[in-house]
């Protein structure tokens, strides 16, 4: 589900509360909304919404704390990427078909993380196309030790490159649950409903 559509949900679920909240004004007898009444019902709104601005905090430290590790880890996986491109050219021109492979692998990822539309997929076939890379490197003949740690230096970089794959992509996934957005914003309609009950 986008975003934008839960915040609109959110949104419209606290103004329907808000707006209950005034009409059942008018209707409740006056002894319900004064006196003891009245600050119990404060009492209990006003614990709801500390209750709910806490938990809302939780939730941002922890969406911020996966940004900035899912950020740190596409930052290890570029400059991986250049490394390997790197190595690979430094290899010579025996590598052109692996380099081509390679630059083929990023768009693929660039797409499965970043689609047009829709969420981002698990990108099967990338991992399909990242094991042929590896097999085509670990295929070139080695004629010097200079070669030899070229290739050995490319297939380590490339098993770096699938192991943050995977991290990018478990992280690139929500952690709230549907059901909790759902408990938050039930609490925030009663807090609101609260204010158009005693709002002048």
């Known amino acids: 589900v986008h975003p934008g559509f839960v915040a609109l949900i959110a949104f419209g679920c606290c103004a329907a509360g808000l707006f209950l909240g005034m009409r059942l004004k008018r209707h409740l007898p006056e002894a319900h909304l004064e006196g003891e009444s009245r600050e119990a019902v404060r009492a209990g709104i006003g614990f709801i919404a500390t209750l709910t601005a ?93 070669e030899v740690r070229l290739q050995q230096r490319a297939l380590d970089l490339s098993d770096r490159i699938m192991e943050e794959r995977w991290v990018v992509l478990t992280r690139s996934a929500s ?13 925030l309609s009663v807090t609101f409903l609260g204010f158009g009950l005693f709002a002048p």
């Open 54 to 146: 806490l938990i809302l905090g939780l939730v941002t430290a922890s969406a911020a704390d996966q940004f900035g590790q899912t950020q740190q880890a596409l930052r290890d996986t570029a400059l991986n990427l250049l490394a390997l491109d790197d190595c690979l050219a430094r290899y010579g021109p025996a590598t052109a078909d692996s380099r081509g492979d390679l630059k083929r692998l990023v768009a693929a990822r660039i797409h499965v993380l970043w689609p047009e539309h829709g969420t981002a997929g698990a990108g099967g076939g990338h991992s399909t196309a990242a094991a042929s890379l590896q097999d085509r490197i670990a295929s070139l003949e080695t004629r010097s030790a200079a």
């Open 175 to 187: 952690t709230v649950q549907g059901s909790f957005i759902v408990l938050l914003v039930w609490w």
